[in-house]
């Protein structure tokens, strides 16, 4: 069993910053890539950022130069620094994490989402 549990969201103006972060815990013998999604109210759940375990980062083209996605391997924890924050990035926001087990196979884990909202 494997847990990924998100903190950080909330209400913030246009122009302000929030920081996102997802701690996993479980059998965890390794995980490959970790991402962050979201969802807005009508639209499709899209990609925001993602980072492999040796930091290689791809990001969705709206928030580049704005959001940066990070990782501490030794604490399982991903982290989404948002900065300059847009109306238009008010969604739920959801980890990921490709993971598996010790001599096991691939799992993918989410976690409960974190609501970010932004103000105009």
């Known amino acids: 069993q494997v847990q990924l549990v998100e903190s950080g969201g909330g209400l913030v103006q246009a122009g302000g910053s929030l920081r996102l972060s997802c701690a996993a815990s479980?059998?965890?013998?390794?995980?490959?890539?970790m991402g962050w999604y979201r969802q807005a109210p009508g639209k499709q759940r899209e990609l925001v950022a993602d980072?492999?375990?040796?930091?290689?980062?791809n990001y969705v083209d709206s928030v580049k130069g704005r959001f940066t996605i990070s990782r501490d391997n030794a604490k399982n924890t991903v982290y989404l620094q948002m900065n300059s924050l847009k109306p238009e990035d008010t969604a739920v926001y959801s980890c990921?994490?490709?993971?598996?087990?010790?001599?096991?196979?691939?799992?993918?884990?989410w976690g409960q989402g974190t609501q970010v909202t932004v103000s105009s």
């Open positions: 980072i492999t375990s040796g930091g290689n980062t």
């Open positions: 479980g059998s965890i013998f390794s995980i490959n890539v």
């Open positions: 990921n994490a490709g993971w598996r087990p010790y001599g096991g196979r691939v799992y993918d884990s």
